[in-house]
């Protein structure tokens, strides 16, 4: 048996290794593309390291890429709509598993329901509103939004909230602990891995997403990672594809220093039943 544990092991290793590999590669080949001079890019074999390592890429798209503007205005908004769609996503969960009124299930079914429609639909009602109440051209409309609605957030606090054992909120109950006692001194506590991970998860969504901001953001000195890059592929200056990838490695490096440093909050946050 013990034979068969250590072969089981083995075999389990070497799955999570190849999986592992298959996932970083793409980032590693852009990393070697922007590091790699224009002549070896398109060579036959590809080149998995080019030597010499050409770091002219980086400072070539410097002056047309502004880095730092670029990440104070995804931090910016970022960080505002993870903040609101974390708050709000929490009371929301926290009526649907904790509280008991009617209809409770149904509506909470047709919350889950609105994550099959696409963000596209409310595009032009987005668009109206935004514009009668004179927002357009700023950064309000890529984090106002999200301080109303993600059902997936909600889901996921909720499936957590469940998981928390009802004589720990019962006996704050007898206490004389109101709802907002209750989810402040014992929700929020022991709900902490969730909320993060919550916070996380659409942190990244909302650094990616490109068609919001290219919808709301004409102005160049608001522009984020995702519409920087873009402007880089359809502009008047044309960098080669090597500076694009140095672009895009920058604008992704954040991300990654992210994950590495806060994954262990992620994998503890989607193990809902951490509490069961």
């Keep these: 048996m013990k034979k068969k544990d250590k072969i089981k092991k083995i075999i389990h290793s070497f799955f999570l290794l190849a999986t592992t590999l298959i996932f970083l590669f793409p980032f590693y080949w852009m990393l070697s593309t922007a590091l790699k001079a224009e002549g070896h890019v398109y060579v036959d074999p590809p080149e998995l390291i080019s030597f010499p390592i050409n770091i002219k890429n980086f400072i070539n798209i410097a ?21 609101g769609q974390t708050t709000c996503s929490a ?10 009124w009617k209809w409770r299930n149904t509506c909470f079914i047709i919350t889950l329901s609105t994550m099959m429609i696409p963000t596209a639909v409310f595009a032009i009602p987005w668009y109206l509103l935004y514009s009668k109440i004179g927002i357009l051209g ?14 997936y957030i909600i889901f996921l606090l909720t499936q957590f909230f469940r998981g928390i054992p009802n004589s720990i909120t019962d006996a704050a109950e007898i206490d004389g602990s109101g709802h907002f006692g209750i989810f402040f001194r014992i929700i929020v506590p022991l709900s902490l891995p969730a909320l993060f ?46 500076e694009i990838m140095a672009a895009a490695f920058m604008a992704s490096l954040p991300l990654v220093i992210l994950f590495i440093l806060f994954h262990k909050f992620i994998f503890k946050g989607i193990s809902v039943s951490s509490y069961k």
């Excluded at 730092?68 to 505002?80: D, I, S």
């Excluded at 009371?91 to 008991?100: D, E, G, K, M």
């Excluded at 519409?227 to 090597?242: A, D, E």
């Design 138 to 151: 700023t950064l309000a409309p890529l984090w106002l939004p999200y301080w109303f609605q993600h059902p």
């Design 197 to 242: 991970t919550a916070f996380l998860l659409h942190f990244i969504f909302l650094w990616k997403d490109l068609l919001i901001p290219l919808m709301y953001i004409n102005d160049e000195k608001l522009f984020t990672f995702s519409i920087g890059l873009q402007t880089l592929l359809g502009g008047t200056v044309k960098p080669s594809f090597n």
């Design 63 to 83: 002056p047309i890429f502004p880095f730092f503007r670029y990440l104070k205005n995804t931090l910016y908004t970022c960080t505002l709509s993870a903040i």
């Design 91 to 100: 009371l929301a969960a926290y009526a649907f598993s904790r509280i008991q």
